[in-house]
């Protein structure tokens, strides 16, 4: 019987504060297990707003990852030292 082995561990910042995450897990999951939720607000009515298609059709996940505003989170996956902005908590 094999043995998987565990991903290794990265570091991510999230809004300014350093997390761990899983390499190569999608951003939505490293934020949704740093307790990060919303993860932006309606531009109309100020709702907060969060993932909700998961594949990147829906455009409710969009972040700023590395200075790239308007990143979809669902689709992104976490690297060692990437910084992760979202509109929600600023």
Do not use: K, Y
């Not at 969060?50 to 689709?75: D, H, K, Q, Y």
């Not at 996956?77 to 908590?89: E, K, P, S």
């Amino acid at each position: 019987m094999s043995t998987r082995p565990l991903p290794e561990h990265v570091t991510v910042t999230i809004d300014g504060t350093p997390s761990r995450a899983w390499a190569g897990q999608s951003v939505t999951a490293a934020l949704v297990t740093a307790g990060v939720w919303p993860v932006r607000r309606n531009q109309v009515n100020g709702e907060p707003r969060g993932p909700f298609c998961g594949m990147g059709v829906c455009l409710e996940c969009e972040v700023t990852i590395n200075g790239l505003e308007g990143a979809r989170s669902c689709t992104a996956h976490v690297a060692d030292g990437m910084d992760i902005r979202t509109a929600a908590h600023g």
